[in-house]
């Protein structure tokens, strides 16, 4: 059974960091892209960034140059390293991956970025 394990998250004023990760189980992560979404109340679920097997990274624009996703095969874990945070960051954010053609999600963690 393939289980994702978000930890990381917490109240960070604005300008701050904090790294999120994602722990994974079930299956060797070398072998799945990862990808991190968030959540803002009354929002819809948006990709924040993603990272494919070989390494290669995507972000949304609103995060580019802010966020950097990374990954630990070792460690089976993802990290979202997350800097100059800003309020409009504030959501929940789950990792994920597709495991027999289904998305597999973490339960969340809480990033909440105050003035």
């Known amino acids: 059974q393939v289980q994702l394990v978000e930890s990381g998250g917490g109240l960070v004023q604005a300008g701050g960091s904090l790294r999120l990760s994602c722990a994974v189980s079930?299956?060797?992560?070398?072998?799945?892209?990862m990808s991190w979404y968030r959540q803002a109340p009354g929002k819809k679920r948006e990709l924040v960034a993603a990272i494919t097997t070989g390494g290669t990274t995507n972000y949304t624009d609103s995060v580019e140059g802010r966020f950097t996703v990374s990954r630990d095969n070792a460690k089976n874990t993802v990290y979202l390293q997350m800097n100059s945070l800003k309020p409009e960051d504030t959501a929940v954010y789950y990792c994920?991956?597709?495991?027999?053609?289904?998305?597999?999600w973490g339960q969340g963690t809480q990033v909440t970025v105050s003035l």
């Open positions: 994920t991956t597709i495991y027999s053609g289904n998305f597999v």
């Open positions: 079930g299956i060797p992560l070398k072998f799945n892209g």
